[in-house]
């Protein structure tokens, strides 16, 4: 079994602990610790984000574990995961779930987070339909692809320090959503 690291073991610690105080989808305090497949994926985004590093792309070398903010993508998640389907026409009873879930989110990322980058869904387009944009995969290609679209998505994504990524299931298939932000102290 591979040794831990110090920052790994802070990292992953963290995260469940924050993860902790977070609510589940429709549940009001049921906890939502990431799951082995986030941390997963955490590590296959990480290995491509050092590459970013290396090449002078990102600022951070590392993006750290933190589900502080996945109230900006769960919401996403719950709804996809009731209507057990992807592509979806958003109705008003999933736009109190989208707003529920970001309401959800800490003071201090309200208060003094930037969030920097989301890869979620496509659309809406004219007709409200939106769809879940990445079936779950930490293949390489794959990853490359979903990074380089974080980076892509906001100008200040280069600067990002954590990452909190949500793992919808619908149909029996597993998609991958993630955010990544940075907190601004005062």
Not at 36 to 62: C, H, P, S, T, Y
Not at 175 to 184: D, E, K, L, Q, W
Request: charged share 25%; with cysteine.
């Amino acid at each position: 079994m591979k040794e831990m690291n110090r920052r790994e073991f802070l990292t992953l610690t963290g995260a469940a602990v924050v993860a902790l105080s977070l609510a589940g989808c429709g549940a009001p305090s049921a906890p939502a610790a990431p799951t082995g497949k986030e941390a997963k994926l955490a590590a296959a985004i990480n290995r491509v984000w050092k590459e970013k590093f290396d090449a002078g792309e990102v600022v951070n070398e590392q993006l750290t574990l933190n589900q502080d903010a996945v109230g900006l993508i769960r919401g996403y998640g719950c709804v996809f995961e009731n209507a057990n389907r992807t592509p979806h026409k958003l109705t008003d009873d999933d736009r109190v779930i989208l707003s529920d879930e970001t309401g959800k989110l800490p003071e201090e990322v309200i208060k003094y987070g930037e969030a920097a980058g989301m890869v979620c869904v496509t659309g809406p387009d004219t007709n409200d339909i939106v769809a879940l944009e990445y079936e779950y995969s930490c293949e390489d290609t794959v990853v490359r692809d979903f990074v380089d679209k974080l980076l892509t998505r906001d100008s200040k994504s280069a600067n990002a320090e954590f990452i909190s990524i949500c793992c919808p299931v619908v149909q029996n298939k597993t998609y991958m959503t993630a955010v990544v932000f940075r907190i601004n102290k005062p």
